[in-house]
């Protein structure tokens, strides 16, 4: 299976999650998922006091420079990590 087909299926089964993770724990897979789908941030930081939005959009300019595979890479082992936690 390429990187892209196990990134892709990897990405179904987050959003499959039965638990929501942390804050900290989504905000990372999102910002993995967009620098691996989207490559650097190129949007301004979000306006308001919502935490999350915040959170999200700092773990995703924080990955400038990383690759798009090295993001896949990373989302994929960190999602087989965290799988037996949020499945329940």
Request: overall charge positive; glycine content about 4%; some cysteine.
């Given at each position: 299976?390429?990187?892209?087909?196990?990134?892709?299926?990897?990405?179904?089964?987050?959003?499959?999650f039965?638990?929501?993770?942390?804050?900290?724990?989504?905000?990372?897979?999102?910002?993995?998922?967009?620098?691996a789908?989207?490559?650097?941030?190129?949007?301004?930081?979000?306006?308001g006091?919502?935490?999350?939005?915040?959170?999200?959009?700092?773990?995703?300019?924080?990955?400038?420079?990383?690759?798009?595979?090295?993001?896949?890479?990373?989302?994929?082992?960190?999602?087989?990590?965290?799988?037996?936690?949020?499945?329940?």
């Open positions: 299976m390429s990187l892209a087909d196990q990134f892709a299926d990897t990405a179904k089964k987050v959003a499959a039965k638990t929501v993770p942390e804050e900290g724990v989504f905000a990372e897979f999102y910002s993995l998922y967009k620098q789908t989207a490559g650097d941030c190129s949007e301004g930081a979000p306006k006091s919502d935490s999350l939005s915040v959170a999200k959009h700092n773990a995703w300019v924080a990955l400038k420079g990383t690759s798009k595979e090295d993001a896949m890479k990373k989302y994929v082992t960190r999602a087989q990590e965290l799988a037996p936690k949020y499945q329940k």
